[in-house]
């Protein structure tokens, strides 16, 4: 989660597509340690390219059906 959040700060701060190094920027500015491989499959690959808010609708609608 701390991943997905990072890079929704990062998007709501102008990034349109963060990288992995600029979530390990944001999560290393608050003290909380990254793993690399993990934050890359996870979030940057799921991720990258995607409009954030159509992300965002399309699972708040899995939550909502």
Avoid: F, W
Avoid at 9 to 18: D, Q, T
């Amino acid at each position: 989660m701390r991943y997905v959040a990072a890079y929704l700060l990062a998007v709501l701060g102008g990034n349109e597509s963060p990288t992995s190094k600029d979530l390990k920027k944001i999560l290393d500015s608050v003290g909380i340690e990254t793993d690399d491989e993990r934050m890359g499959k996870v979030v940057i690959s799921e991720l990258n390219g995607k409009n954030i808010e159509d992300v965002i609708a399309q699972g708040k609608y899995s939550l909502l059906s």
